[in-house]
């Protein structure tokens, strides 16, 4: 269920961080946003009304430094001003509402704008989970990979903003990230954005469309195959 239909309800009922919402009123929040706006969401990915994509106004938000993590083991920084599993969450739920974050990967600063506006799809931010998975293929995956492979190639399943498909371009792999149409335009411009900025330094990466049970879709995406690996978070 998407959380920044959530947190979009708190602000407009004047809910402050210092006094978070229980999280059955948070879903309860996000059920009636996403029923509010998936229709008109869904002509506009069918190929109805175009909106542009979100664009970054500001300086991203590094995650890590957000949550007071190391970036060598993914850790919280030990200090005393290390935050509990309760500031934890919260500083999570507080990344939703940022216009765009970064992580530092392999050297590369990867940058993505959030589709905060989005109720009716959970691509518009970054789950942690992207973060948990980068880390863990960054360290545990890749280097063994790469001593064999001349080129890792990996699709992703469900990119949302792209900040796990982007960051193992980052670390050299070739990419091709996917996702339904509804969430795609996003996603291409931070695909776009970060072939920019990173042009030759990092790997291919591409965005494709895929639906599940659209033979097109799949046969599309199988043809940029073969995979060493497939990824996804949620």
């Known amino acids: 269920m998407p959380r920044q239909g959530a947190r979009r309800k708190a602000r407009e009922a004047g809910i402050s961080s210092g006094s978070r919402p229980q999280k059955r009123e948070r879903d309860t929040g996000a059920a009636q946003a996403s029923a509010d706006a998936s229709g008109n969401a869904a002509k506009r990915a069918r190929g109805g009304e ?12 590094d995650i890590e430094k957000s949550l007071q993590l190391d970036s060598k083991n993914g850790a919280s920084s030990g200090s005393a001003s290390s935050p509990n599993a309760e500031q934890l969450a919260e500083r999570l739920f507080e990344l939703a509402n940022r216009a765009a974050v970064r992580l530092k990967v392999g050297g590369v600063a990867v940058e993505v704008i959030q589709d905060r506006k989005a109720t009716d799809h959970s691509g518009g931010v970054v789950w942690e989970t992207a973060l948990a998975l980068t880390r863990y293929l960054e360290r545990q995956v890749l280097p063994a990979l790469q001593e064999k492979l001349s080129s890792v190639n ?19 792999c070739k990419v091709v990230m996917t996702e339904q149409a509804i ?52």
């Open 50 to 61: 175009e909106e542009a994509p979100p664009q970054l106004s500001g300086p991203a938000t």
């Open 154 to 172: 990996i699709v992703e399943l469900g990119s949302g903003c792209g900040l796990l498909g982007l960051s193992m371009a980052a670390l050299g």
């Open 183 to 234: 969430a795609l335009k996003n996603l291409k411009a931070n695909v776009a954005n970060f072939k920019a900025k990173h042009g030759k330094e990092v790997g291919r990466v591409r965005a494709l469309e895929l639906e599940w049970g659209e033979a097109t879709h799949g046969s599309a995406v199988a043809g940029k195959g073969p995979y060493h690996l497939v990824v996804g978070t949620d």
